[in-house]
C-alpha cells in the first residue's frame, strides 16, 4: 500500500531547493529578544531554531521556545520581542491568536506556513511548501527548518553564513538517505512493541521526540522521545521484554552513554535498534552536526511508513476514518 506520506517524505529535497532558491528574509535585530512559538511539529522545529541561535551566537543570543496555546493566552510579551511562529496550514487556533496578540503588544510577527494558508496577522510571512496530503507532517517540517535557518543566520554573523552554506547541502544529503533501503524489516520487528522508546542527545534529542509523535500519528503504536542521559535516570525501570528501542547514536563525544544505554536496553530485553550516520539499524548521509536534523528524521519518517504498511493503519489520516477516533477528533478544534 502506497500512502501520500510516503509521495511526501519523497518531495522533500526539492521543496528544500525551492524555498532555498525563493526565501526572502526579514531584518531582524540580534539585540532584541527572540520567541519561537508553535505545536505539535511546530513546536520540535521552533527547539531546532533556538538551539542553532545559542550555537552559532557563542552564546549570546538565547531564544525562548513556547507553546502557541501559552503564547496566545498568558506568556508575557513586550514590544522588543520578535516573535516567529510556525503553523504548517495557518489555520489553527492558537497560532493565529498568538500572532494577533502578539502584533497588539507591538512586537515584530514573523509567520512561517505553507503556500497554501491563509493570510496571517503578521508583519512578514515565509510561505514554506505546499499543504500536505498526509496528516503524519514530514516535508513541512523540514522546509520550516529550512525557513528557520535562513533566519537564524541572518544574526549570526560569519558562522551564520557557513551554517547556510551547510544548509545549501542537505536536498542531496536528503537523497542520498532515501537511497538507503526501506527500513521494512526493522519495521517488522518493531510493530505492536509499545511503548517504544527513543533516546538522542542535543539536537538528536529534538529529532527522535518528533520521530516519536510521527510514529503515533501514523501507526497508532505509543512512542516517546527521551533525552540520552534522561533515558537512563528512572526509565528502565519501566523497560521490560516486548519494548521497542531507537536510539540516535551521535558523531560526537558523549560520554560513552548512548552504547550504555544500548546494552542495558538490550540487557532488559527490549527491541533495541540504533540510528546514525555510520553503520547503524537505520543510516542516514553524514552532515555537519548542527544541520543533522533536516538529514537525521528522514530514515524514522520512513520507519513510521513502512510499520504502517504492516498494521493496516493510515498515516494520512491519523485515525480520522475510523470510529471513535472520528468523532471525538472532530469535537477538537484545532
Keep these: 500500500m502506497d500512502f501520500a506520506l510516503d509521495k511526501q517524505i519523497a518531495s522533500q529535497a526539492d521543496a528544500i531547493r525551492s524555498l532555498i532558491a525563493r526565501i526572502d528574509i526579514p531584518i531582524l535585530d540580534s539585540e532584541r529578544p527572540f520567541i519561537f512559538s508553535g505545536i505539535g511539529t511546530s513546536l520540535h522545529a521552533c527547539r531546532v531554531a533556538a538551539y542553532w541561535l545559542y550555537e552559532l551566537s557563542a552564546g549570546k543570543i538565547r531564544a525562548s521556545v513556547l507553546n502557541a496555546h501559552e503564547?496566545?493566552?498568558?506568556?508575557?510579551?513586550?514590544?522588543?520581542?520578535?516573535?516567529i511562529v510556525i503553523s504548517h496550514r495557518g489555520t489553527k487556533r492558537f497560532p493565529r491568536q498568538a500572532l494577533t496578540r502578539a502584533r497588539q503588544a507591538g512586537a515584530l510577527t514573523i509567520a512561517i506556513t505553507c503556500l497554501d494558508a491563509p493570510a496571517q496577522d503578521a508583519d512578514y510571512t515565509i510561505h514554506t511548501c505546499s499543504n500536505e496530503l498526509a496528516?503524519?507532517?514530514?516535508?513541512?517540517?523540514?522546509?520550516?527548518?529550512?525557513?528557520?535557518?535562513?533566519?537564524?543566520?541572518?544574526?549570526?554573523?560569519?558562522?551564520?553564513?557557513?551554517?547556510?552554506?551547510?544548509?545549501?547541502?542537505?536536498?542531496?544529503?536528503?537523497?542520498?538517505?532515501?537511497?538507503?533501503?526501506?527500513?521494512?524489516?526493522?519495521?517488522?520487528?518493531?510493530?505492536?512493541?509499545?511503548?517504544?522508546?527513543?533516546?538522542?542527545?542535543?539536537?538528536?534529542?529534538?529529532?527522535?521526540a518528533e520521530a516519536a509523535l510521527k510514529i503515533k500519528e501514523g501507526t497508532y503504536q505509543w512512542a516517546e522521545g527521551i533525552e540520552l542521559e534522561n533515558a537512563l535516570h528512572g526509565p528502565p525501570a519501566a523497560i521490560r521484554a516486548g519494548v521497542g528501542a531507537i536510539v540516535m547514536v551521535p558523531d560526537w563525544e558523549d560520554g560513552g552513554r548512548a552504547q550504555l544505554l544500548i546494552a542495558s536496553l538490550k540487557d532488559l530485553g527490549a527491541e533495541v535498534y540504533t540510528c546514525g550516520s555510520g553503520q547503524e539499524d537505520l543510516r542516514f548521509t553524514a552532515v555537519e552536526r548542527l544541520i543533522r536534523p533536516l538529514v537525521s528524521i528522514?530514515?524514522?519518517?520512513?520507519?513510521?511508513?513502512?510499520?504502517?504498511?504492516?498494521?493496516?493503519?493510515?498515516?494520512?489520516?491519523?485515525?480520522?476514518?475510523?470510529?471513535?477516533?472520528?468523532?471525538?477528533?472532530?469535537?477538537?478544534?484545532?
Design 71 to 83: 503564547l496566545a493566552l498568558s506568556a508575557p510579551i513586550s514590544s522588543q520581542d520578535q516573535v
Design 135 to 208: 496528516g503524519t507532517h514530514t516535508v513541512s517540517y523540514t522546509t520550516a527548518l529550512t525557513a528557520l535557518a535562513h533566519l537564524v543566520a541572518s544574526v549570526t554573523g560569519e558562522a551564520g553564513h557557513r551554517f547556510l552554506t551547510a544548509i545549501h547541502s542537505v536536498p542531496e544529503a536528503i537523497e542520498t538517505t532515501l537511497a538507503e533501503p526501506a527500513p521494512s524489516a526493522i519495521a517488522e520487528k518493531l510493530v505492536d512493541r509499545e511503548p517504544i522508546l527513543l533516546a538522542g542527545m542535543g539536537l538528536d534529542a529534538i529529532t527522535v
Design 298 to 334: 528522514i530514515p524514522l519518517q520512513r520507519l513510521t511508513a513502512e510499520i504502517a504498511r504492516i498494521r493496516h493503519t493510515n498515516p494520512d489520516e491519523i485515525h480520522r476514518d475510523v470510529e471513535p477516533w472520528n468523532t471525538v477528533m472532530g469535537n477538537i478544534v484545532l
